[in-house]
């Protein structure tokens, strides 16, 4: 196939067009149904917009099969989609529309007053899913001929406005550090994303991959949902995860492929349909974005679905690290090994360090971001020499299977000692009482910093400072018990359940979280 994402579609509804590409809700699209959305919504945007190639649409919405007609229509335009975190508030949005430059912004029903109200402070053309995706076909379309019948584009040939370096999606990173950056993804690094998926999984056209994440990010839309209709599989596609409709579409649907985050999977472990769904449809579950507690994943074995980490970002289209199927039991805690088309060193002052010992992850790979959007600079200190400095901190074992110790912004120097918050957060997640908890470091004037714990107990009320602090005893070194607790009835997260730890170093500084001193 080419890089052309939209030549994927063809090619299948070609070869299989009445197999049900998506399931949305009480509608099945089928491959061939799929690729004429695609067409049309490339008529309406080319000809009644004079949309064309390099510019940007965004769309503000929840998961829905639109969404994916916009991403291969603007594959097949040689333009960028920009989807948008419905999650944010509307100051936050104005500011990703106004530095995508987005010109066009499709919204769904539920978003329609946000849309209209980013009129005021964007220079952006607001429309409805159904003004630009529900038009049908045109039989002038070269790919589809009098019958209807789906003609692919010959591989040799494809659309001249789209070429494999040609962007097509440009998503904005979650924040962690701050203000989000626009990451700028080819339609090559997304072929390669979802040829290093195929890999992971073994995917197949048999596949069947329930969608339960955020396509907003890159993690609900390119672990599993576009490699899974490159290969020409079925997806079953919720609007935003619910753990009662999860479970409910493993019991009727029996999808064979899910992606879930560690908070996901509790929401999951603590629903009441829990145990009276049988989960063994799925060949594996899923995982990554932040810690995953051993007994989340022990859950899900003892259930025998194995259950297998990723390592990715945004940058990396994600997938970039993974474990396999047969890893699953055998590396618990890893984040697996290099990509099929991914290189990966750990280096640490410019050296590669030798299995064991602690570095930053670097990658290398066809998958990678092209740019951050407008941001020369940003791009320069993270892409030296084709390499991604990740800024994560881990080492790789004699297997080579990489382990994560934490962010390199977010390891604690205290009295000279590296203290690896990852660490500490693994000890925590094995107290009774607590729900969720994070370690940050906070500044310290005698140690320059120590470490502090911030924990959301079970039931209010029912922690102690000294009954966390305790848990540390003879498990790790003392210079790396936490100083402090926080108590709190919610962890910061982003879309993917990644603690955003620059919001909760701040809640502490100002006191919205009040730490308490060990004795």
Not at 150 to 177: F, H
Request: hydrophobic content about 40%; some cysteine.
């Amino acid at each position: 196939m080419t890089a052309d994402l939209s030549h994927w579609i063809e090619v299948h509804a070609s070869a299989t067009p009445d197999k049900v590409a998506l399931q949305f809700e009480d509608t099945m699209i089928s491959y061939r149904d799929l690729c004429q959305r695609v067409h049309g919504a490339t008529r309406f945007l080319r000809q009644r917009l004079q949309f064309g190639p390099g510019e940007r649409i965004a769309y503000l919405g929840f998961n829905s099969p639109e969404l994916l007609v916009l991403l291969f229509a603007c594959a097949r335009l040689g333009a960028m989609l920009v989807p948008l975190n419905w999650r944010l508030e509307l100051p936050e949005l104005v500011r990703v529309v106004n530095h995508a430059g987005a010109r066009v912004l499709v919204a769904d029903p539920a978003h329609r007053q946000l849309a209209a109200d980013l009129v005021d402070q964007c220079p952006v053309c607001v429309l409805t899913e159904s003004e630009v995706l529900k038009q049908g076909y045109s039989k002038v379309d070269p790919a589809v001929d009098g019958n209807g019948q789906i003609t692919p584009r010959p591989i040799t040939a494809p659309d001249p406005q789209a070429v494999p370096t040609t962007p097509v999606l440009l998503v904005y990173t979650s924040g962690t550090t701050g203000q989000p950056k626009g990451v700028v993804l080819t339609q090559r690094a997304l072929l390669f994303n979802a040829l290093n998926s195929i890999d992971m999984h073994e995917l197949t056209s048999s596949a069947h991959v329930l969608t339960v994440l955020p396509m907003f990010h890159v993690g609900g839309l390119n672990i599993q949902t576009t490699p899974a209709l490159y290969v020409g599989a079925t997806v079953t596609l919720h609007p935003r995860f619910d753990p009662e409709a999860t479970l409910a579409a493993l019991r009727l649907h029996r999808p064979s492929y899910l992606v879930l985050v560690p908070a996901t999977i509790n929401a999951l472990t603590q629903s009441p349909d829990w145990y009276r769904t049988d989960v063994q449809c799925l060949k594996m579950l899923t995982t990554g974005s932040s810690n995953v507690p051993h007994s989340l994943i022990q859950a899900w074995h003892e259930r025998d679905v194995p259950v297998i980490q990723i390592y990715g970002s945004t940058e990396t289209g994600p997938v970039a690290l993974y474990q396999k199927r047969e890893d699953a039991l055998t590396s618990v805690g890893s984040v697996g090994c290099g990509a099929a088309h991914t290189q990966l060193r750990i280096v640490s002052k410019g050296v590669e360090v030798a299995s064991g010992q602690p570095g930053e992850l670097l990658l290398r790979g066809p998958n990678l971001f092209r740019e951050y959007w407008q941001d020369p600079e940003a791009t320069a200190a993270v892409l030296v020499d084709g390499w991604f400095r990740t800024g994560d901190i881990g080492f790789r074992d004699q297997r080579g299977f990489v382990f994560i110790h934490d962010r390199k912004k977010d390891m604690i120097i205290s009295g000279g000692e590296n203290i690896y918050s990852v660490e500490l957060e693994q000890v925590l997640s094995g107290i009774p009482g607590i729900k969720e908890a994070a370690v940050v470091g906070m500044p310290d004037a005698k140690w320059g910093e120590i470490p502090v714990a911030v924990v959301v107990a079970v039931a209010p009320g029912t922690l102690t400072v000294d009954g966390v602090c305790n848990a540390f005893e003879g498990v790790l070194a003392r210079y790396k018990h936490p100083r402090a607790v926080g108590f709190t009835s919610v962890l910061p997260r982003n879309a993917m359940g990644k603690v955003l730890k620059h919001e909760l170093r701040d809640a502490l500084r100002t006191g919205t979280i009040q730490l308490v001193e060990r004795p």
